[in-house]
């Protein structure tokens, strides 16, 4: 049976790689896209690439236009999605690319966020590890789901083995990414110029000031054995962005203190086991590290791990796509999961390139 859906959001960056996705999706009808300002104008004038939705017209964000469909993305700005999802009750799955659902703590929420908190939903990272699990366990037959924030996901799947399996120190984590513009939304800003940002390297959020902390701390803490699970304030991570000049990608550079007598083989053993089986997050052989390049388009992660004995830490150099992995990809990768069907419809291991 077809699955209907509706996109709100439609005119901006995550919502035109969840229709990029979706257009290849066998199972789905795309019958609905949305926006705010955009709204009445063809949806070919903001996804000229999107060739075979041209017949598609972006209609208002309203509850009543939203409803009546099987599945309802919600790819809005930070603060405008719950303001909708009491009023979609009625729609058996809504899966929300902000951020709005995806903290379980109020106290997080309240400093790095603000205003009215929302009822968290599952997390939409399949194989991030969960008590003795994954998360694709919790996202089976799941009615509501937050996709993950884009940095967020990254070091959180870069870590996890490592906490799960005891061979780091997650209370000293330092993570530095490079990362592209799109993350931040197609909202004219000056600092994301062309002209601000060509040719140049910029940091922001520096000093523990990015929305992204507490998701990470919160899927770590999620990820160890809960007999032995640190509470998330117990996991502190120095966390420094750069936007740098390339349209998508992250480039995620995580590194955590080994814990005494730990072996390299036990090191390398977390990790591999961690994803053995897993499709979309693939860990590379010894001195292999992975370019923002390798993954552009897809919907995979690929980890490179080094052992650092002089400083005494483990290195995992992260890659992966900010609109596909980061946010469409996995989303609908959980929409997948939630609906019953094999995991991979629609997303692809595969990039383009050159």
């Not at 994954?134 to 884009?150: E, F, S, T, Y």
């Not at 995620?252 to 080994?258: C, G, R």
């Not at 814990?259 to 994803?275: H, K």
Request: hydrophobic letters at 45%; charged letters at 15%; aromatic letters at 4%.
């Amino acid at each position: 049976m077809t699955i209907s859906v509706a996109v709100s959001g439609a005119s901006g960056y995550a919502g035109g790689e969840i229709l990029r996705l979706l257009a290849a999706h066998p199972e789905v009808e795309i019958r609905t896209v949305t926006a705010h300002s955009n709204a009445g104008q063809p949806l070919i004038d903001h996804q000229p690439h999107l060739r075979s939705l041209a017949h598609l017209t972006l209609q208002d964000t309203t509850p009543e236009v939203l409803a009546g469909h099987d599945v309802v993305f919600l790819a809005l700005p930070h603060g405008q999605s719950a303001q909708y999802t009491e009023m979609l009750a009625d729609v058996p799955l809504v899966i929300d690319a902000g951020a709005d659902h995806r903290l379980t703590d109020q106290a997080a929420w309240d400093q790095f966020y603000g205003g009215d908190f929302p009822e968290p939903w599952a997390y939409g990272v399949p194989e991030l590890l969960v008590d003795g699990g994954k998360q694709r366990d919790v996202l089976a037959g799941a009615r509501r789901i937050a996709a993950p924030g884009c940095n967020a996901s990254t070091v959180s799947l870069s870590l996890a083995p490592g906490v799960v399996a005891g061979v780091i120190d997650p209370g000293d984590i330092v993570s530095v990414l490079a990362v592209g513009p799109s993350g931040a939304g197609k909202s004219l800003k000056t600092n994301l110029l062309a002209s601000e940002i060509l040719g140049s390297a910029n940091p922001y959020a520096v000093g523990g000031t990015h929305r992204h902390i507490p998701e990470i701390r919160q899927a770590l803490a999620a990820a160890a054995p809960a007999a032995a699970a640190p509470a998330a304030a117990d996991i502190r991570i120095s966390f420094t962005p750069v936007l740098v000049p390339m349209a998508r990608g992250i480039l995620a550079t995580s590194t955590a203190p080994i814990v005494p007598g730990v072996t390299d083989a036990q090191i390398r053993e977390a990790w591999e086991s961690a994803y053995a089986d897993e499709t979309f997050v693939q860990v590379l052989p010894e001195g292999r590290f992975p370019r923002t390049a390798d993954v552009l388009g897809a919907n995979t992660a690929l980890l490179g791990l080094a052992i650092d004995r002089a400083a005494n830490r483990v290195v995992v150099v992260a890659a992966v796509d900010n609109l596909v992995k980061g946010t469409a990809g996995a989303a609908i990768q959980s929409m997948n999961i939630a609906l019953g069907l094999p995991e991979s419809t629609g997303v692809s291991v595969n990039g383009v390139a050159p």
